[in-house]
């Protein structure tokens, strides 16, 4: 981390360089990808939902180990 310099009077800025910013791009990366996951998961399961197919146990477990 760096003190960036600012035009005036305006107060430092701190500014990252180096290897940390690819480690904090692929963490937010990783966090979107993460959100999509669950969501694309979470409509999996209310497609079964309505097409029937979690109107058994059994197919609950079939489905459920499949989204999980």
């Known amino acids: 981390m760096v ?3 600012t035009p005036g009077h305006q107060p ?3 500014e990252i360089h180096g290897r940390i910013v ?5 963490m937010e990366v990783s966090t ?3 959100k999509q996951l669950i969501t694309l998961q979470r409509h999996h399961y209310l497609d ?3 097409a029937g197919l979690l109107d058994t146990e059994a197919k609950k477990k ?3 180990r499949a989204v999980v």
């Open 22 to 26: 690819t480690i904090m791009a692929a």
């Open 3 to 5: 003190i960036g310099k």
């Open 32 to 34: 979107l990808l993460e």
């Open 62 to 64: 079939i489905v459920s």
């Open 12 to 14: 430092a800025s701190l």
């Open 48 to 50: 079964a939902k309505e």
